[in-house]
């Protein structure tokens, strides 16, 4: 139990006490040393509270109550198999990029500001996994994104401030739609808890159950912002591309995940059977499949690489709300894989993409003409993710994107049932039309190439091997599923 | 398609924001968030010099009466309106008096027992003969009391406005010697002929007021008529030998202070149903009628010194 | 007993000027004593208050100037008594660059009297008393530097109070003449006799009082006073235009409504439709207007306008749970406004800055200040976990129990400026900790926090600020009490 | 309309000659010509009031051979308001001139207008 | 009889005297005879008053030997009394706060001829006030109006001579209508004395007979008086002649000779027509309306005015139009408003005229508001003196300004059709007076570093200052302790039926 509170106050203290110690910026002599103890704190405190995560996921329990807001307002944690799954996926990706960032962030200014809200992100992270009530959750979804802004905005220059003031305020939109819901369902609630198959009285969706549903509409509204669901994705492709590349690997792979998770919180409180075949499900996955598409179409067009990535990251969320909206068992396994896959594939992209501009400088994809010459580890795991996400067997892709048509498939859903695999489909192959010919020109620069300024440059040990292991583990999740499903199917009843 | 949009162009169209906006580069706070300093008010002189000499012309035009359109339709409009209240008032009032009872019937409402009394009794309780002598200046005393001092505020007021000080008085004495006749020896015969006859004949008003027709103001007037006809024939050299301000002001203060005094007592004593001392008299006797006399003739001297002094004062602005 | 608490800061404002005290800490010391007394016997009062009512002077026929000690009064008294002694401490440190201290000090201190006497009133004839006189000591303090802008503003200032008071006099006249008495009951005096066929008038009347009030806590169409009110000193913006000003006109509506006209009457109404409407019009309203604003005070004071009319939105579900949200929001934005102010005034008063683009860079210079800013700044936008989020919580739930569709949709309202409110404060917390990379600190090398006698009561509006989003359960509960007419 | 319109023609000329000078008090702009309007609508007064005190067939109320019968004379008290309205009268015009006389002399003009234009030109 | 019955008369009697005393006075000994005067006067009213309010009931004076119908007769009760006093400490208090501005502005040799026109004024206002006698009332109009005339013009200058003809026109019409009413009146009734006319009126009431002829004769006295008095239509000659006259007689004028007509027109409601039948014409409505319009209007006029005299001036038409529109409300309650704030905007009034005085004293004797900022730091009695006067204007609890507009407000709910309008027009009315007032409250009080009066330092003038602190104290007392007023009007007004 107490691992839990460990693991979510730890990190954060740990964070405080490097934001103000280390408040100013670090120069001259001293910041070699400086920097020394402020790579070994961080690093200790990010292996630490892996070990109490992990820890914390092998514990049984009820869940506790921290202390109470207002009368009937428990800040609750608890332990249950959604929120597992997404902490095995954090307390992996961010330790990898964090040990990824040593490197990266070495010339930057102001390292402890980045670091300290590296490790903030990583507690409120797991409170975010480990939370038992709605306003529990909303509480660490609205410090997570506080506290993941100076990530996106660290670089300082005028467009990464206002890139991170987009995302500051899109998230808050998002956030604040939810909270109307939150009021809504708190009334017609006996306790916000979650719990997987409707909370709502019955006595509530008799009397107000059309304006529930458009309350229920406008929470997946809102927390989809954070998803980056079509009406107010706007925010992915513009902060991405200015953060660092470790934020952008934990940006992708995890924060824009909180409100997927979000997403699963509320179709539990709402019951998937109150939302079944009414119009809140077509609307939404109207939406969702637009963003499928759109995503897709605007990476192909897109020429810089992370701004690529990100749109690519709007896509492939939307893989995963598709699958929740869908409402069927075998969509939800789909959708819960594509989140593991998701994770670790972008992760690793998103540092291969740092990697590169790490060490080249080169931001755009036309420039990067025979790179996997110069930096074949990098470039070789950049292309292995990348059939990954596409959905090349075998990879974790593949399985997830297969459970999805096949979910929806089945579902019985009028139109939507063939739609969404045919668009899921069209955008794999326009997926494969954005990342492959990276890889291609990567390694086959073509004969105008000028083999006379290849040079090697492949980065140090601390980058490549968080890549290899993100890498690894994406193909791995295809290969050995089934530990995962079962868990699935035990998160999936509530369990 | 022939035609193609300039870049400009292009950027205005909504399919433009519209895919900036679905591509991420364009965020709705744009413009909000990036801010520039407010300016601070700054007043311009040279805003205020022109607005006071636009004010200035504004004034000019509107007080340019000869050339001012609005001014004379103005005018127009407010004569017209001014012609149409008058008819109105006409209407109202000849409708109001086509109500009224009828004229010189002895059952009209006024003819009370009010009047009724004045004269069955006004003989024998104010020993006048005159009943509207022995009414105003007895029953309605206090009426006639105002009245006299309405003719002395209406002096001083006159005297406020027309009285000149020292310097300003010989000057006005020098233009007003141009006016004087010199020495017009038919007037001046006349006027010796005829003053002592106005004077004594105002006189006789006076005294007479309370036996028949006439009374203290009329006197007065008659006498101060003569005494403008003397100022007019022999000039203010003359005059000033008998009448100056001072006469004026001493002779006009024991006749209202005899009047105010002889009137309070006689208010007092009948208020507090005191006995009063001032004999009746009898009745048709010049020496008569208790304080009508004496009132009459402190009126008449008022009266007359009023008018001889406002026609010192309209020609010359002092005596 | 209640009239001393009125008459001491009166006493000890006119003493300030006529005392010739030798040196400036004997004065801050006499003033900051009988500030402190007087707070410490407006709460003990408060604590062992009899329900007695203290009849000072006779006015007209059945009307009085008389005091009583109830719910109401309780919450708005314990705020400004708890909230000015600091705000008096601030002064000092922060009145050294401005000149007239006595004249400021005298009015500041008569404020308090008079904001008391608001919260201490027994009807709402003394009430409207007291709120004449509150527009009237404040003037000078809003006119204190005497430049161009700030006679602008206290003229402006004066015009809308002085005439917003004028239409709030109608309703105290329809109170006098339906009313079975003018003393403040809850659930309204109205005379159900006497109203008869009256309704409409009545509530037209209730309209014109409730904007006339909401001249002072800033409704919408009358709100443009406050920002210019802002040209005032810090402490006066602070305390008076976010606290006991424009509180004093959210306290009286709440009074009109609740205890004179009574909720029964109200409900339901075209009248509750009106006010509500534009109460949550002004909620946008100001947001949107703060967002615009470039003047750092301005720009708190809009945000102002928005929070004061979250308080009359509570206000205005007519539900004893409405009366709990906006008695939450009363106290708890007071607190939180008069931290962001002092904090803004800090700046000024250590920088000279007065325009948010001026503020780059800043927050590394006064580390102090400006965390504190942004937690008052992340407590008005309503993270959980700070004051703001419990106040929000209760007026929206409120809302929600009322069932009425319109306040659902005021719901929304808060939402938007929620949204709103973290883009005005959020920015300026970015601009002061991430000046952009090309930022040239030397420009502000020699700027550092303020001393103590700042320092001091922003630390405890923190405090407070964090406290009361923890552990509010206990002053809820006790506006719950108020609210069912239990204390 | 009532009855009385034509045996009433004294008080309806009265009543017309009032107006007439009433309208010329209120709306000539030429000072003399006022006052001229303001002793037309007194007269009109005291020709209202003559009017009244009329009994046909009396004579005028001074005691003839000591007879006191009300039979005998017309009403005295519309006489005596006369009298003192006269007088009045003769104040009132007595100002009016000399204030006409003022302003004649300051600005040589008997337009009303005319002196409040060139007054606010003055500007004081 | 007893002895304080006489005191009516007497003071008429010795006011009117004393102006003939002081034609032959020099200009000293007439100022001290004027004061002497007023002070005798008015605590010849007090004692009348304490003498009325003990025996409950009012009396009859007999000015001559004759009883009712047929001798002239003067009367006295609560209301008057209390008027009288209140007129005479108004009166006092105006010349001694106006009487240092005497010497600059009026010629010396023409000094005495101001104090018996005060004199006569005062007479003329205690004849109207106590006079049982329409024909008397007339009378001591024209004398009102006559000396009214001679205290605009007695300064000298364009301005006022101008406003003095303008007033005049507009009296003599006034006073044209009212004789004329007048004399329908007493065609209709035979009488001129009011109690005997409200006999016959009740008879021809009740018969039907002469009612269109009675009714003209009402409506043309009361808008004679209403000329007179300056209701807002007929306001034109107001502003000039407050505005230019010397300082004292602005104050007279504004807060007594208007008021003495007005205190006649509520004689004439209640003694001569009778409430009730004056009510139930529509004559009430028209002065409803026209209350109304001069309450806006002249507040208008008042924020557009650039000159502080003028301005105050133009308030008087909107405070004229509060009295009036309280007269058209036709309800007990409104005329008790309406009395009530005779007293306080007579208060107040003077106040303000006499605090203007010194703030342009120490402003280069400017009167432009520009001019004026800062002033009141100049001349700080001055300055709290128009402050008081303006929030008592405003209607600020504690001055009498707010009682009035109390007692207006509780008065105008109880009537049904007026309700509404009234209550909204006296909420803008208060927004308006607190714009033009507070405007230059504000400006008084902002310090004006670079006006060429920064030097000007105001020589301290006691009497001048123990005026104004006697004028403050007059509106907080009228503010604070209103109850015995009301009380005593509502006592008045029960005696005059």
């Known amino acids: 139990m107490y691992f839990i509170l460990l693991s979510i106050f730890f990190p954060i203290l740990a964070g405080l006490f490097l934001l103000i110690h280390y408040r100013t910026p670090l120069s001259g002599e001293k910041k070699n040393a400086g920097r020394k103890s402020l790579l070994l704190l961080t690093g200790c405190s990010l292996v630490i509270t892996a070990v109490f995560v992990v820890i914390a996921l092998f514990c049984e329990g009820e869940g506790f109550i921290l202390f109470y807001l207002t009368k009937d307002l428990p800040i609750y944690f608890r332990i249950d198999n959604v929120g597992r799954l997404f902490s095995a996926l954090a307390v992996i990706v961010i330790p990898c990029a964090g040990f990824f960032s040593f490197e990266y962030m070495k010339h930057e200014e102001r390292e402890g500001r980045y670091y300290g809200f590296y490790l903030l992100v990583f507690g409120v992270l797991n409170a975010l996994c480990f939370s038992g009530n709605l306003i529990t959750f909303y509480l660490f979804f609205e410090l997570l994104t506080m506290s993941s802004m100076p990530l996106v905005l660290h670089s300082g220059s005028k467009e990464a401030v206002m890139a991170g003031l987009k995302y500051l305020f899109y998230s808050l939109c998002g956030a604040y739609a939810a909270l109307f819901g939150i009021y809504f369902l708190y009334r017609n609630c006996d306790s916000l808890t979650f719990t997987v198959d409707g909370a709502l009285r019955a006595s509530a969706i008799t009397e107000h159950g059309t304006f529930l549903l458009a309350v229920a509409f406008i929470m997946l509204l809102g927390f989809g912002v954070k998803a980056g669901m079509f009406p107010m994705h706007a925010w992915l492709p513009t902060a991405h591309p200015v953060a660092p590349a470790p934020a952008s690997a934990v940006l992708s792979a995890l924060i824009v995940k909180a409100g997927v998770l979000a997403v699963i919180r509320v179709l539990g409180m709402f019951g998937r059977d109150f939302l079944k075949g009414t119009w809140v499900q077509t609307a939404w996955l109207c939406l969702t499949l637009i963003t499928v598409f759109m995503g897709s179409l605007l990476a192909y067009r897109e020429p810089v690489l992370k701004k690529r990535l990100a749109y690519s990251t709007v896509s492939q969320l939307s893989y995963i709300l598709f699958g929740l909206a869908v409402m069927d068992e075998t969509a939800f396994v789909g959708s819960f894989l594509h989140i593991l896959a998701h994770g670790f594939i972008k992760a690793a992209l998103f540092l291969c993409a740092g990697a590169i501009i790490y060490k080249t400088g080169k931001t755009r994809v036309e420039e990067m003409r025979g790179i996997g010459k110069e930096m074949p580890v990098t470039m070789w795991c950049f292309t292995i993710a990348s059939l990954g996400l596409i959905g090349i067997p075998p990879t974790g892709g593949f399985l997830s994107k297969w459970y999805l048509a096949l979910g929806s498939l089945n579902s019985g859903i009028p139109v939507f049932d063939v739609l969404g695999p045919v668009i899921l489909l069209v955008s794999a192959l326009l997926t494969a039309g954005y990342l492959l010919p990276l890889s291609i020109h990567g390694f086959f620069p073509g004969a105008a190439y000028d083999y006379g300024s290849l040079q090697k440059r492949e980065p140090c040990k601390l980058m490549t091997v968080p890549i290899s292991i993100l890498t690894t583990l994406s193909v791995l999740i295809g290969i050995f599923p089934h530990l995962i499903i079962a868990v699935i199917h035990m998160a999936a009843a509530g369990r | ?319 | 007993m209640i009239v001393t608490v009125i008459l001491i800061p009166f006493i000890a404002g006119i003493l300030v000027p006529a005392i010739p005290f030798q040196k400036r800490w004997q004065k801050e010391v006499f003033l900051e004593t009988a500030v402190v007394l007087n707070s410490i016997l407006v709460w003990y009062l408060l604590l062992h208050h009899s329900d007695s009512t203290f009849l000072l002077a006779h006015f007209t026929g059945n009307l009085n100037i008389s005091f009583r000690v109830d719910g109401m009064s309780m919450v708005f008294a314990g705020l400004v008594s708890a909230l000015w002694p600091f705000a008096t401490l601030y002064a000092f440190e922060y009145m050294t660059k401005e000149e007239h201290e006595n004249v400021f000090f005298l009015f500041y201190t008569l404020t308090y009297g008079v904001t008391l006497g608001i919260a201490l009133a027994a009807n709402l004839l003394t009430m409207y008393f007291f709120y004449e006189l509150l527009t009237l000591v404040t003037v000078p303090l809003v006119m204190h530097t005497l430049t161009r802008e700030a006679v602008l503003a206290s003229r402006k200032y004066l015009y809308y109070s002085l005439g917003g008071a004028a239409f709030a006099f109608l309703g105290l006249i329809m109170v006098i003449v339906y009313g079975s008495t003018t003393d403040f009951i809850l659930g309204g005096v109205l005379d159900p006799a006497k109203t008869v066929g009256k309704t409409n008038v009545l509530l037209l009347i209730y309209v014109m009082a409730f904007m006339g009030f909401g001249v002072k806590a800033a409704v919408c169409p009358f709100n443009s006073w406050l920002p210019q009110a802002g040209v005032a000193p810090t402490p006066v913006t602070a305390l008076l235009h976010a606290v006991a000003v424009v509180k004093s006109g959210a306290f009286a509506i709440i009074r009109l409504t609740y205890y004179s006209f009574g909720t029964n009457f109200l409900k339901g109404t075209w009248a509750q439709y009106a006010v509500m409407s534009v109460v949550m019009f002004t909620i946008v309203y100001g947001c949107s207007r703060a967002v615009k604003e470039t003047h750092l005070k301005r720009r708190l004071a809009y945000s102002t306008i928005s929070n004061l009319s979250y308080i009359l939105f509570g206000a205005v579900i007519m539900t004893p749970l409405g009366l709990v949200g906006a008695l939450t929001h009363l106290v708890f934005h007071a607190v939180m406004k008069i931290s962001s102010f002092f904090c803004a005034g800090a700046v000024m008063h250590q920088t000279d800055r007065h325009y948010v683009h001026e503020l780059n860079g800043l927050g590394y210079k006064m580390p102090r200040v400006f965390g504190i800013f942004t937690i008052s700044a992340l407590a008005l936008m309503g993270v959980p976990g700070l004051a703001g989020f419990v106040s929000k919580w209760n007026l929206a739930g409120a809302a929600v129990e009322s069932g009425n569709p319109l306040a659902w949709g005021g719901i929304a309202c808060l939402l938007v400026s929620a949204l709103l409110t973290a883009i005005y404060m959020l920015t300026i917390v970015v601009r002061a900790f991430f000046p952009g990379k090309d930022f040239d600190y030397s420009t502000i090398s020699d700027i550092r926090d303020p001393n103590w006698k700042m320092l001091l009561p922003l630390f405890v509006f923190t405090v407070f600020i964090i406290l009361f989003g923890v552990y509010s359960q206990p002053v809820v509960d006790f506006f719950i009490k108020v609210a069912n007419g239990a204390v | 309309m009532g009855p009385n319109l034509f045996t009433n023609y004294g008080e309806a000329v009265s009543a017309i000659l009032f107006c007439i000078g009433f309208t010329n008090l209120l709306l000539q702009t030429n000072l003399i010509k006022k006052i001229i309007g303001l002793n037309i609508m007194d007269s009109a007064i005291y020709l209202f009031l003559a009017e009244k005190g009329y009994i046909a067939g009396r004579i005028a109320p001074i005691v003839v051979n000591g007879v006191t019968s009300t039979e005998r004379y017309i009403n005295p008290i519309p006489s005596g308001l006369v009298l003192t309205g006269i007088v009045v009268s003769v104040s009132v015009t007595a100002l009016m001139l000399s204030l006409t006389i003022r302003l004649y002399t300051r600005y040589h003009t008997l337009d009303l207008d005319e002196i409040s234009t060139q007054l606010k030109k003055e500007g004081k | 009889m007893n002895f304080i019955c006489n005191f009516p008369f007497f003071s008429i009697l010795l006011s009117l005297f004393s102006g003939t005393i002081c034609s032959v006075l020099p200009a000293k000994a007439a100022k001290i005879v004027n004061r002497v005067v007023i002070i005798v006067i008015g605590l010849m009213s007090a004692v009348l008053l304490l003498y009325l309010l003990s025996t409950g009931e009012s009396f009859i004076y007999w000015m001559g030997h004759f009883p009712a119908p047929w001798g002239n007769e003067i009367r006295a009760g609560v209301l008057e009394a209390g008027m009288a006093l209140f007129f005479c400490i108004i009166m006092y208090l105006s010349m001694a706060g106006g009487a240092h501005k005497l010497p600059g502005e009026v010629v010396e040799s023409k000094h005495n001829l101001y104090y018996i026109l005060v004199n006569l004024l005062l007479s003329s206002l205690l004849a109207l006030v106590y006079t049982n006698d329409m024909f008397t009332a007339y009378v001591f109009v024209e004398i009102n109006t006559i000396s009214a005339c001679g205290l605009i013009m007695i300064r000298q200058v364009g301005r006022t001579i101008e406003a003095a003809v303008r007033y005049m026109i507009m009296s003599l019409l006034g006073s044209g209508l009212l004789l004329f009413g007048l004399c329908i009146m007493y065609d209709l009734t035979g009488h001129l004395l009011m109690s005997n006319i409200k006999e016959s009126v009740g008879l021809i009431m009740a018969n039907g007979e002469y009612q269109i002829p009675l009714i003209v004769s009402v409506a043309l006295m009361c808008i004679g008086l209403c000329i007179k008095s300056a209701l807002f239509p007929f306001h034109a000659w107001l502003p000039d002649a407050y505005g230019y006259s010397t300082v004292s007689s602005a104050a007279i004028l504004s807060s007594l000779v208007s008021k003495g007509y007005i205190f006649l027109l509520i004689k004439i409601i209640y003694r001569v027509i009778g409430f009730d039948i004056f009510n139930s014409t529509r004559i009430i409505d028209v002065l409803f309306v026209f209350g109304l319009m001069g309450m806006i209007f002249g507040s208008l006029s008042a924020i557009k005015e650039n000159d502080i005299r003028r301005m105050i001036a133009f308030s008087s038409v909107a405070q004229i139009g509060y009295i009036y529109m309280g007269f058209g409300m036709g309800t007990q309650a409104g005329m008790v408003a309406s009395i009530f704030h005779i007293l306080s905007h007579a208060a107040t009034k003077s106040l303000l005229f006499i605090a203007a005085i010194g703030l342009t004293d120490v402003s280069g004797g400017s009167r432009k508001l520009n001019d004026l900022t800062g002033a009141a730091y100049r001349n700080k009695w001055a300055g709290a003196a128009f402050t008081v006067g303006s929030l008592s204007m405003v209607g600020i609890p504690l001055f009498s300004g707010f009682i009035s507009k109390l007692l207006f407000a509780q008065a105008a709910v109880q009537v049904e059709g007026k309700m509404l309008a009234s209550l909204i027009v006296l909420g803008i009315s208060t927004v308006l007076n607190a714009v033009y007032f507070m405007k230059t409250v504000i400006r008084i009080y902002t310090s004006a570093a670079d006006t060429p009066y920064m030097s000007i330092t105001f020589r301290d003038r006691k009497p001048y200052t123990v005026t104004l602190v006697c004028f403050i104290l007059l509106n907080i007392i009228l503010g604070v302790s209103s109850q015995p007023v009301v009380d005593m009007i509502g006592q008045g007004l029960a005696m005059f039926a």
């Open chain 2, 1 to 319: 398609m022939s035609r193609k949009k300039t870049a400009e162009e292009y950027q205005k169209t909504f399919a433009f924001r519209f895919f900036r906006w679905l591509s991420g580069e364009k965020d709705p706070y744009s413009g909000e968030v990036e801010m520039q300093p407010q300016k601070e008010y700054q007043p311009d002189p040279e805003a205020a010099l022109r607005r006071e000499k636009e004010h200035d012309a504004i004034m000019d035009k509107v007080y340019d009466t000869e050339h001012n359109k609005w001014m004379h339709l103005f005018h127009r409009l407010y004569q017209a309106t001014s012609i149409l209240f008058c008819l109105f008032l006409i209407a109202l009032l000849l409708v109001t008096v086509s109500y009224l009872p009828a004229i010189g019937t002895v059952t009209r409402p006024v003819n009370n027992e009010v009047s009724g009394r004045y004269i069955e009794k006004g003989l024998e309780e104010t020993g006048a003969i005159n009943i509207v002598a022995g009414m105003i200046l007895d029953y309605r005393a206090f009426d006639t009391l105002g009245e006299s001092h309405v003719l002395f505020v209406a002096t001083i007021t006159v005297l406020i406005l027309l009285r000149l000080n020292k310097t300003e008085k010989d000057e006005a004495e020098v233009n007003d010697r141009r006016f004087e006749p010199k020495n017009d020896a038919i007037l001046q015969l006349v006027a010796t002929f005829l003053v002592p006859i106005i004077i004594i004949f105002g006189i006789y008003i006076i005294l007479n007021g309370h036996l028949g027709p006439g009374g203290g103001f009329s006197g007065g007037a008659v006498i101060g008529a003569g005494l403008v006809l003397y100022l007019n024939a022999f000039g203010f050299k003359k005059t000033e030998r008998f009448f100056t301000e001072k006469t004026y002001k001493w002779v006009c203060f024991f006749s209202l202070s005899f009047y105010c005094l002889a009137k309070s007592y006689s208010f007092y004593t009948g208020a507090n149903q005191l006995h009063s001392v001032i004999p009746k008299g009898t009745p048709g006797a010049i020496l008569s009628s208790g304080l009508i006399l004496p009132l009459n003739i402190a009126v008449g001297l008022v009266v007359a010194c009023t008018i001889y002094a406002f026609y010192a004062m309209f020609r010359k602005g002092g005596f």
